[in-house]
């Protein structure tokens, strides 16, 4: 299916490594132009030119994002390179902080980083979006946010805010040709989830190859239906046609990816 990317131009913030590296790169490979963000200096480019070796076209930009000086010097770095028509706010943290030791200084931070980093850009960038009459603005949020965990209550809380963001947005955008939505992943095959598994494959018996341990855990741990964890290029897919013009009358909507583990009607 070709999802018609080509020509397009798309920001993915924080695509320097994990899953926003796997956006940019699938993005890039649809033909659109992609903008590889980091927020270091030196932290986009080896991804902007690992894309460009392949033969398709990226950009690095950098600013670090949970400022406004830093973001406002991503974005105007990134329409430097031309009009920016898909905006993925990819870029958050987390930390392992309770409820007993995450202070108020951690909730601003959580906040900051996972919520005002989203705001800057958006400000920056959906103006002109609107004079084209086209655009996409993507959020990268988690299950959490509608099913969260005693621990990072901080994290779970500032990701939650993405979702009302996200729907007070498409609101503000109605009628203009640019779509508001969210995609929110569970558990995602990285090193440090798979280093997780096998840890407690050891410790509870679940055996030694990948896919018996990975189904073990999904039942034990996520309560998952598929028996296996999303890959990174699975989220990228789902947010390449969300922000596809075949998307045209989808907006305000949560799109969960995490293997049935929040098997709910809504």
């Known amino acids: 299916m070709d999802l018609q990317l080509r020509g397009k131009t798309a920001l993915i913030t924080g695509s320097y490594r994990g899953t926003g590296e796997a956006i940019a790169g699938l993005f890039a490979r649809e033909g659109a132009t992609v903008i590889v963000h980091g927020l270091e200096p030196g932290t986009a480019e080896p991804v902007a030119e690992a894309i460009c070796a392949e033969g398709h076209s990226a950009h690095a930009v950098t600013g670090d994002i949970r400022t406004d000086e830093g973001a406002a010097a991503a974005a105007q770095a990134a329409l430097a390179v031309g009009p920016v028509d898909i905006l993925i706010n990819n870029y958050g943290t987390a930390d392992r902080a309770s409820w007993s030791s995450a202070d108020s200084a951690a909730w601003h931070e959580a906040y900051d980083t996972n919520v005002l980093s989203a705001v800057r850009m958006i400000s920056h960038l959906t103006g002109p979006m609107k004079e084209r009459g086209w655009g996409r603005v993507i959020q990268l949020g988690t299950i959490g946010s509608t099913t969260p965990a005693a621990r990072m209550p901080h994290y779970y809380a500032s990701k939650g805010a993405l979702h009302t963001l996200t729907v007070s947005l498409a609101k503000e ?6 779509t508001s939505n969210i995609v929110s992943p569970g558990l995602i095959k990285t090193k440090e989830v798979e280093a997780w598994f096998q840890s407690l494959a050891k410790k509870n018996n679940w055996g030694e190859e990948w896919g018996e341990i990975e189904a073990r855990a999904m039942k034990e741990v996520t309560g998952g239906l598929t028996g296996r964890i999303a890959r990174t290029e699975e989220v990228a897919a789902l ?8 998307a045209e009358s989808i907006t305000s909507t949560n799109f969960r990816i995490d293997g049935g583990a929040t098997a709910i009607v809504s």
């Open 173 to 178: 955008l109605a009628g203009t040709g640019v």
């Open 239 to 246: 947010v390449a046609f969300v922000a596809s013009p075949l």
